[in-house]
């Protein structure tokens, strides 16, 4: 099955600065990856993703970037802010019913 | 958008108990429904899938007469924790899709579950 391994685990950035989080995947076959952001106690909210057909894609201060051949996939968040606080995961899947497999999670924590 | 519902949010039982939790879709068909359980400061772990009218298929060391899931309608799947015991405490959260949709994964809000 699916393995996803995620970097950092914890990562303080001061505000305003970027940060970087890194995904590997193992299953070649897998074509859809989302980015979750999850807040304490509460439910993964979906902030960006991306289809293997595609490099790159950017919504305002979030982009992710995914290289197939070396079956990794980043999240890039500029401009931090403190509400950007969280944590957050990675996932991969092969699209059409298929199930989730989550990375490990990072712990961002924005230094005001 | 689509949104899943999920009750009870907290739930606190004895051991030995069972507890049994919901998640409705509201405004979609859930064909599709995963359920995942996550440790304090973990990923989320999947324990099951279940599709609308089927049996629920387990992840490798999920205990399905323990954790029995019923999906009986498209809009309403549930999991009930069995003799529950304090290692069952966990946050469990539910994630509905609907097939051939654009909504993705909806998740449910979670709900806290403490066996004491």
């Known amino acids: 099955g699916e393995n996803v391994e995620q970097h950092p685990s914890t990562l303080s950035v001061q505000e305003g600065d970027s940060a970087v989080i890194k995904c590997t995947y193992s299953?070649?076959?897998?074509?859809?990856f989302p980015w979750y952001k999850q807040e304490l106690g509460k439910r993964p909210q979906l902030i960006i993703d991306?289809?293997?057909?595609?490099g790159e894609k950017k919504d305002q201060r979030i982009a992710v970037t995914l290289n197939k051949t070396a079956k990794h996939f980043s999240l890039h968040i500029t401009e931090t802010q403190p509400e950007d606080s969280a944590v957050y995961f990675c996932?991969?899947?092969?699209?059409?019913?298929?199930?989730?497999?989550f990375g490990t999670g990072t712990r961002l924590t924005i230094i005001p | 958008g689509a949104v899943v519902s999920q009750h009870p949010s907290r739930v606190i039982c004895k051991s030995g108990t069972s507890v049994k939790i919901e998640c409705r879709s509201l405004?979609?068909?859930?064909?599709?429904m995963f359920w995942y359980r996550q440790f304090p400061k973990q990923s989320l772990m999947l324990m099951a899938t279940s599709n609308e009218g089927s049996k629920a298929t387990y992840e490798q060391g999920v205990e399905k007469d323990k954790f029995l899931i019923n999906h009986a309608s498209l809009t309403l799947s549930t999991l009930t924790v069995t003799s529950a015991h304090p290692e069952d405490s966990s946050f469990y959260i539910c994630s509905a899709r609907s097939r051939g949709d654009n909504y993705g994964y909806t998740f449910g809000s979670g709900t806290r579950l403490t066996v004491v």
């Open positions: 405004d979609f068909q859930a064909t599709t």
């Open positions: 299953d070649s076959a897998s074509n859809y």
């Open positions: 991306i289809r293997s057909n595609v």
């Open positions: 996932a991969a899947t092969k699209w059409g019913n298929e199930k989730l497999t």
